[in-house]
């Protein structure tokens, strides 16, 4: 067990969702939660949660750049986040609020049971995204976000993205 444990949340429906995520397969459990905990460590930021985070966080869900359908995939049964990049305002929020919000939603949609049996599907909509997204973007932060999608305790179903502009295309590529 990893010295900074006793610093991480480990009660029993805590533990249950990493549990059911991996069909109490003990190995691959320990293995979710392993990376899953490496990961909170070294991105705490990314998971706390201030009482002035919260308020930025309800202003920023109500632009519709960061949310979680209220429907639930007809084919999987998993839940939907959802983000949509046309509407994000780089000169009122950052892409820290952006990981924040998708983070914090993701964590509070997995503590449902059903959820987390059921799963999550992650839609990426860059259709008018403005240019300056892709070049404000730290790499580091777009590859870390979607190592999290492996490291959340539910069963991660699929990632779609669509309407990635070529200036995007040329700055993830190289």
């Known amino acids: 067990m990893h010295l900074k444990v006793?610093?991480?949340i480990l009660d029993d429906s805590y533990l249950l969702q990493f549990l059911r995520a991996k069909k109490y397969l003990m190995d691959e459990t320990f293995?979710?939660?392993?990376?899953?905990?490496l990961f909170r460590h070294s991105h705490q930021i990314w998971f706390q949660m201030t009482e002035e985070d919260a308020q930025r966080l309800k202003t920023f869900v109500k632009t519709?750049?960061?949310?979680v359908l209220t429907k639930r995939d007809v084919t999987t049964g998993s839940y939907i986040a959802v983000?949509?990049?046309e509407n994000f305002d780089l000169d009122k929020y950052s892409h820290q609020d952006l990981f924040h919000s998708l983070f914090t939603s993701l964590v509070n949609n997995l503590e449902l049971e059903d959820n987390q049996?059921?799963?999550?599907?992650c839609i990426i909509?860059?259709?008018?995204?403005?240019?300056k997204f892709f070049t404000s973007l730290p790499i580091v932060d777009l590859i870390d976000s979607l190592k999290i999608l492996d490291k959340c305790p539910g069963r991660y179903k699929k990632l779609v993205v669509y309407g990635l502009p070529s200036i995007a295309v040329s700055i993830?590529?190289?």
Request: hydrophobic share 40%.
């Open 64 to 67: 519709g750049i960061g949310y």
């Open 117 to 121: 049996i059921l799963g999550y599907s």
């Open 83 to 85: 983000f949509n990049g």
């Open 6 to 8: 006793e610093t991480f």
């Open 31 to 37: 293995k979710v939660f392993e990376n899953h905990f």
């Open 125 to 131: 909509n860059l259709s008018n995204t403005p240019a």
């Open 172 to 174: 993830f590529v190289s």
